[in-house]
């Protein structure tokens, strides 16, 4: 979509999109190895990983409006509030636990945060300068 493209290219030099990029492109890269699309609830254990849920829930809410209505750079600013929660998420909680059951829900709301970014932006394709 052209407005899509031209708002990213309006949007490519802002500090906060930088970040929006770094997370989308590592949750994408860890994401391949999910074997579901979304997380259980009452299995998310660490506060980190509850709160990046509850973020996604919000978000996702958020970039489907944006979305509904071709607003792209608010669907764009939308993800961005996502980059602390990520960041703080990779910080404090191990991804690849020892129990199986916890590590493929770990890996659900990488997948499900992966298909939110992906409606807006396959972002691993964003050249960020340097």
Known sequence: CVTKARVLSEVVNESWFKGLVQSAD??????????????????LIDQEEKELHAMYLKTSWAVSDAGNSEDWLAALQALAKLTTPVELFFEKVL???YDERIKSNRLALLSALDKLYRRVADFSKVVLQK
């Open 26 to 43: 590592r949750i994408s890269r860890i994401a391949v190895s999910a074997k579901h699309d979304m997380p259980i609830e009452s299995d």
């Open 95 to 97: 991804v690849m636990h």
